[in-house]
């Protein structure tokens, strides 16, 4: 019995030192990652800001697929929230800080066969050269059961949170990038253009740089009407004078709407130009200009299919309904496509 005694002591003692000795080990800890994403800030902002897309690229999904999420109403801003359900951890999240664009703060608990356990989780967005920095951390303390686990067992919580951090940011950038090439090609068939006066800059270019000429033009034509007091009436426009895919060469007129004629001084490289009232076949581009090429052949096509012809003197031109100024995200970009076509081509279909 003596023996017994003795053993109990001393397991007592070694219980208690090593309770004694893991009390005292240092439990707190702070993680986080960094990645560049070739994305407007807000737009990353905003896919980390709903918690309803971070099931599509949430690092865990690939360790437990039969995860269950659960979502309230609010799921965006300040107060946010979502749970899940998996196979060895259920758990919860909570947005308790917002700074649109900056930083988002989260309260994070983990209910797992040894308890529940509680972190911090903060984001932080920064608009850099290319894109946007996001780092993702989180900091929290360790529980006596988890330093004497991690101990033992030669866990390094660390190291594995910075791979779960490293492959989540990465399905982060791939889903925002995805987001961002969406587009759609709709043929619209025939309307009514009305025309009107514009001012305008022309070039010669070949096919491939013209993206690049436009996007230095238009502001030259703004730059000039908003020097000059002119009122501007519309979206910007180019109109392709000539266009040579075989030679890769084209001639384009970038401009403005304004109200009326407006008189340049001769030596100006601003013009003022008129547009007729048309019959056009129009389409509608929603997403990155890349797929004009796209659109353009779309448009040729039905043009060829219905047997349009071109009207006489006229031009097939864009306007850019929204663009980046107005939208940073190109799968939000509308540009409208026209080709104008002959009185008759349009009796001729009504018939």
Partial sequence: MKILKYLFFLLL????????????????????????????????????????????????????PTMVFSYPEKTSGEGASYSWNGKDVDGSMRTTAVIENQRLEQDI??????????????????????????????RGEHTLMDK?????MSYDFDADMRTMYKSGLTSLDESVLDDMQVYTV???????????????VTTSTTIDAARGKIKEMIPQVQRYMEGNNITISGKPLTIYNSRDINNNSAIISSGIPTTSQIIVAEDSSILCGFMPSYSVIKTTLKGDYKNLKEAWSSTEAYLAKNNFVPAQNSYPFEIYVVG????????????????????EDIIGESL
């Fill in 13 to 64: 003692i070694l219980f208690i030192a090593g309770a004694i000795y893991f009390a005292t080990k240092d439990g707190t800890y702070e993680v986080e990652e960094s990645q560049i994403i070739k994305a407007p800030v807000n737009l990353v902002f905003d896919k980390v800001n709903n918690y309803k897309t971070w099931e599509n690229w949430g690092p865990w999904n690939k360790d437990d």
């Fill in 186 to 200: 709709t043929i619209n068939g025939i309307t009514q253009y009305s025309g009107g006066f514009y001012m305008y």
């Fill in 324 to 343: 980046p100024e107005d939208n940073p995200n190109p799968a939000a970009w509308i540009t409208e496509l026209y080709i104008p076509v002959t009185i």
């Fill in 148 to 152: 004497a686990y991690f101990t033992l």
């Fill in 109 to 138: 608990t983990f209910i797992t066969p040894a308890g529940e356990r509680n972190a911090h989780v903060y984001w932080q967005f920064e608009e850099v050269d290319g894109g946007t920095k996001v780092t993702w951390g989180i």
